[in-house]
DNA sequence: AAAATATTGTCAATTCATTGACATTCCCTT
DNA sequence: AAGGGAATGTCAATGAATTGACAATATTTT
């Protein structure tokens, strides 16, 4: 296997990729193609062929690949084989929502603490953990080896958490502030920007309205 | 203003675009530079420029950008300028969560109505709103013009419910149902596809880590 | 066992996105 | 009011991602 840097295009797709597989092996089916995958998930066959190739030949010429093979080396690829360790930072809905949703486990995401800063949800049970101080963090993440960190907090204190976080051995930070982290070298982070998400929704349906009336451009004269 | 269509590339660098200089007009700066721009966001100058003039000139030559005035136009530009009006379709954990977070409204993003299928929670309030039987869905969409909604609901309903909503005049479904939707023309659909993300993150965690540890070939090779 | 068929892996072509370069235009100072 | 300086808008060049094409190779059938 080669060391050349695979495309983020390309990681992008895997976990579709790995969704799609993992439903047609419940379904029982043994072996697809990638033109019957492409017909599936509306991408080109050639595209499936590039992509998987990137990680070195699952398939084999005349047959196709082998979904439960194929659907365990890209779980492979995503690093699934292997357990991490979380933890939430930010009590708040939506950080609760987060503790709360156990479909994480089975893939080996592994909920092992909630923090806050405010002392009226201290030892609050969130799926039998206790809501902890932040004074408690660092100790926390070094003696319970914690990979990953949650951040479900305002965007003013994002940036002193992500900071505090970077001295404490944390691998990576799953971000849904509303801001851009800056931290080491070494440090993955992976944003959720609920709010661009929805603006970019906001702008296909705008974009779409526009297209479907006729005479809109009137509309956009009136606007000076 | 022309027709041509814009990439989705670009689209999706508005909302960050946005958030900048809404920070930036917030800090009582009056005008910026691409260049300027370029040093803060971490993109290049060219590209905030060829960014920009898919929609028209929003600069002036020697002088730069007027901040206020950029961010009202990119603002118009993702439809922000519009209310929207929007329901919530799962009152589990990140309905509710979503439902409860107010700065959505700030945008123009009104929350509408919540429902759900498990009557335990019908009547039950969230932001002073009834949880609302699923039965109502159709009626409650058309008599109150909603324009977009939110799906948190698990996979195995998402696909039927979002050929209900086809029916109703919405205009738009930000999805987080772990499932492609398929709805007709007309219509746009938004992903969050969480544990997607969640996956990249684990991915760019196991690469970082591969790449720092020397001899990771050794370890590549064990497993056959 | 050989021929026919299917489908990958990969190279080349194309399309799309980003970056670089610079003439043009406007601001600002003198 | 005129000239120098600054920064845009845009064109061209580069680079990246996607698609198309097909030789190589395995499977399946006869």
């Known amino acids: 296997m080669d060391n050349k840097e695979i495309s983020q295009a390309v990681i992008g797709r895997l976990p579709r990729y790995f969704r799609f597989l993992g439903e047609l092996k419940d379904e029982g089916v043994e072996r697809i193609s990638s033109q019957e995958l492409s ?29 439960a093979y194929l659907y365990e080396e890209i779980g492979r690829i995503l690093g699934l084989d292997k357990t991490h360790k979380l933890i939430i930072i930010g009590a708040g809905n939506l950080g609760q929502a987060l503790a709360n949703y156990t479909n994480f486990d089975r893939r080996g995401f592994l909920f092992k603490g909630i923090f806050d800063c405010d002392p009226s949800l201290y030892g609050k049970k969130i799926r039998s953990m206790e809501i902890r101080p932040m004074e408690e963090l660092e100790d926390f993440v070094k003696e319970n080896e914690i990979d990953m960190a949650v951040l479900t907090i305002p965007k003013a204190s994002a940036a002193q958490v992500a900071r505090r976080l970077s001295h404490t051995g944390i691998r990576g930070i799953w971000n849904f502030a509303h801001v851009d982290l800056d931290v080491p070298d070494g440090i993955q982070v992976e944003n959720v920007h609920l709010s661009d998400s929805l603006m970019k929704l906001a702008y296909n349906i705008n974009r779409s309205e526009n297209q479907m009336l006729p005479g809109f451009e009137s509309q956009l004269m009136d606007e000076k």
Do not use: K, L
């Open 39 to 67: 017909d599936i998930m509306n991408v080109t066959a050639s595209q499936i062929r590039q992509d998987f190739n990137n990680f070195g030949g699952f398939g084999q010429q005349g047959y196709g690949y082998n979904v």
